[in-house]
């Protein structure tokens, strides 16, 4: 299995830019989520889905856009890249915890840069 | 905003020491608790839940005080790969309605 997979790896966007951050986990999990991580604020969760065609905002979810139509994808859409958007974008799939343990599973993040 | 407080540190600790770390929760409703390891520039990665009735995994043990609303992580025996960021998780929901809240972290460094 290969996890969480994002892509890219690293971006830099122009103010005003849009684009799509790409997540896929092959692990069939319901539960996915989209973190940004800000130095000195933590992780902080935008949106998430708890299955196909479902999704809700998190905390921060201002200038960012999901979609589920699959299991296995959950793109982030950024509308109209600002600087403060300037973060790590982490995706996240969780198990369904029928062992009593519901874990998340982070995919290795994307850098993005807004200028 | 519902909170989670950590301590950022740095602890700087020897090898071989005994360090414990606090995360204290606002919300009274939370439901589970999770300790994440996260080493520099890498994704966070499960270290350990943390049940009502406390739990040891080898060299760290974690403990849950509702009363007080703090998670502990107890980490003996440091060694050098133990240095990271350990990020305390408390969910208010259990089951489906599972949403984290992340404390900003605590960084541990182990040094020779």
């Known amino acids: 299995n290969a996890g969480v997979t994002q892509t890219p790896k690293f971006q830099v966007l122009k103010t005003g830019q849009s684009m799509t951050l790409q997540c896929a986990q092959d692990?069939?999990?319901?539960?996915m989520s989209w973190y940004r991580q800000d130095p000195g604020m933590g992780l902080r969760l935008i949106h998430y889905?708890?299955?196909?065609?479902?999704?809700d905002q998190g905390e921060v979810p201002n200038g960012y856009n999901v979609s589920r139509s699959t299991t296995e994808d959950f793109p982030l859409r950024l509308l109209s890249a600002a600087p403060s958007q300037t973060s790590v974008y982490f995706c996240?799939?969780?198990?369904?915890?029928?062992?009593?343990?519901?874990?998340?599973?982070f995919g290795p993040g994307t850098r993005l840069t807004v200028t | 905003r519902k909170e989670v407080e950590q301590d950022p540190g740095p602890f700087n600790v020897p090898e071989g020491a005994t360090v414990a770390f606090n995360c204290t929760y606002s919300?009274?409703?939370?439901?589970?608790f999770f300790w994440y390891r996260q080493d520099c520039r890498k994704e966070p990665k499960l270290l350990m839940s943390?049940?009502?009735s406390g739990n040891e995994d080898g060299r760290f043990t974690a403990q849950l005080n509702r009363a007080s609303q703090y998670i502990s992580l107890l980490i003996r025996d440091s060694k050098l790969s133990d240095s990271a960021t350990y990020l305390c998780?408390?969910?208010?929901?259990?089951?489906?309605?599972?949403?984290?809240?992340f404390g900003r972290g605590t960084s541990l460094i182990v040094h020779p």
């Open positions: 996240a799939s969780r198990n369904d915890g029928l062992a009593g343990v519901y874990e998340q599973y």
């Open positions: 692990m069939n999990h319901e539960y």
């Open positions: 889905s708890v299955g196909a065609g479902i999704t």
């Open positions: 919300n009274s409703a939370s439901q589970s």
């Open positions: 943390v049940y009502s």
């Open positions: 998780v408390v969910n208010e929901g259990a089951g489906g309605s599972y949403i984290p809240t």
